[in-house]
């Protein structure tokens, strides 16, 4: 029974097919369920730091299920999100019931389509990182597995990271920061890549010139198919959905740092340089993405077996809860800064 808990992943699609199925308030239901019914469990079923042993850790990191779950995601979001298009298309619906469909599409694209999508990216064979891909497509952030993946795990808690918020830095300003920073470095790490394999910046290889033929056809299928509303609810859903991942993005790593030792060179990547989550709910909703100590210390894991770090600073809240707490900047600040590492506050004020 305990390996098919992740199954509680699909609580969010569920979520957001109550949306496209409803009208009126009921629009929001994928709202409800994310940001009310899930911080509220997380309550209620606390928080779980035990580690697996070695054999389970053995046994569980080559069990197909766990790879089957994250693969169900793609037919899943595809689908989901066809029948929302569909939706928009065919119902008149009032301003505030467009923004629950919209708001209720980007949870899920945010949830079981990026969170997975990244967990997927990190995977060596070709067919995973694929459906990695497939499903950045319809969050129009494709080049973000290029950033993460190149970008963003090595240089992670320095100023050079475009995902790592400042500390005292609003949520508001690191989704300008983030997202137009980490837009750039794609490009710049895409160029270093094809260097490396010899080859020209104008080559078939360059897979950010695809990224950018592949969304704009995929915007165009959804015009065609589902005309404009179908369109702007397309946008809408995407640009949400990379808006939660900001949002992710900056509770994961908020003012943490890591800092040059005297060969000029930053310290190793270490537990403590992310912020730690093990609320049981929200670890098996995101696969395991709260342990996110443990995934940037040895980011070749699967989420099945990550560990709990005793030295990871650790959130006082759960993902759900804590994204919507960085919305109100005051709020956020007089919550977390106290939880921030005394000696990294020390040293970014000398610094």
């Given at each position: 029974m305990r390996d098919v808990k992740y199954l509680f992943a699909y609580t969010i699609p569920l979520s957001a097919f109550a949306s496209f199925a409803s009208t009126g308030i009921w629009t929001y239901s994928a709202v409800f369920y994310a940001f009310l019914v899930?911080?509220?469990?997380?309550?209620?079923?606390?928080?779980?730091?035990?580690?697996?042993?070695?054999?389970?850790?053995?046994?569980?990191?080559?069990?197909?299920?766990?790879?089957?779950?994250?693969?169900?995601?793609?037919?899943?979001?595809?689908g989901l999100l066809a029948y929302g298009l569909?939706?928009?298309?065919?119902?008149?619906?009032?301003?505030?019931?467009?923004?629950?469909?919209?708001?209720?599409?980007?949870?899920?694209?945010?949830?079981?389509g990026i969170n997975v999508a990244h967990e997927?990216?990190?995977?060596?064979?070709?067919?995973?990182?694929?459906?990695?891909?497939?499903?950045?497509?319809?969050?129009?952030?494709?080049?973000?597995?290029?950033?993460?993946?190149?970008?963003?795990?090595?240089?992670?808690a320095t100023p050079e990271d475009p995902a790592t918020a400042r500390y005292n830095q609003t949520v508001y300003s690191f989704w300008f920061t983030s997202v137009t920073r980490q837009y750039v470095s794609a490009w710049k790490l895409q160029s270093q890549l094809l260097k490396r394999q010899g080859r020209r910046f104008l080559s078939v290889k360059n897979d950010m010139f695809w990224y950018h033929l592949i969304q704009p056809a995929y915007l165009l299928g959804v015009y065609m198919l589902f005309g404009m509303t179908g369109l702007l609810f397309a946008l809408a859903v995407g640009v949400i959905a990379f808006l939660f991942l900001e949002c992710i993005n900056y509770i994961?790593?908020?003012?943490?740092?890591?800092?040059?030792?005297?060969?000029?060179?930053y310290?190793?990547?270490?537990?403590?340089?992310?912020?730690?989550?093990n609320f049981n709910i929200g670890r098996i909703t995101l696969y395991e993405l709260t342990r996110h100590s443990d995934h940037h210390f040895r980011s070749t894991k699967k989420y099945q077996v990550l560990d709990s770090h005793q030295e990871s600073p650790t959130l006082p809240l759960g993902y759900p809860a804590s994204i919507l707490l960085s919305l109100a900047p005051p709020l956020w600040f007089w919550i977390m800064n106290p939880h921030v590492p005394q000696e990294m506050k020390q040293r970014l004020a000398h610094d």
């Open positions: 899930l911080p509220i469990l997380d309550v209620v079923t606390g928080e779980k730091t035990e580690n697996l042993k070695e054999d389970d850790v053995a046994y569980k990191k080559t069990k197909w299920i766990f790879d089957a779950m994250l693969y169900l995601n793609v037919p899943i979001v595809f569909h939706k928009v298309q065919t119902v008149e619906f009032a301003t505030y019931e467009w923004v629950g469909l919209a708001l209720s599409g980007g949870i899920l694209l945010a949830t079981n997927l990216g990190h995977r060596k064979p070709l067919a995973e990182r694929l459906m990695s891909k497939l499903l950045y497509m319809p969050c129009l952030y494709m080049h973000f597995f290029i950033e993460h993946n190149y970008g963003h795990h090595l240089h992670v994961e790593h908020y003012g943490l740092r890591r800092f040059k030792t005297e060969s000029g060179r310290e190793i990547v270490k537990p403590y340089h992310s912020w730690n989550s």
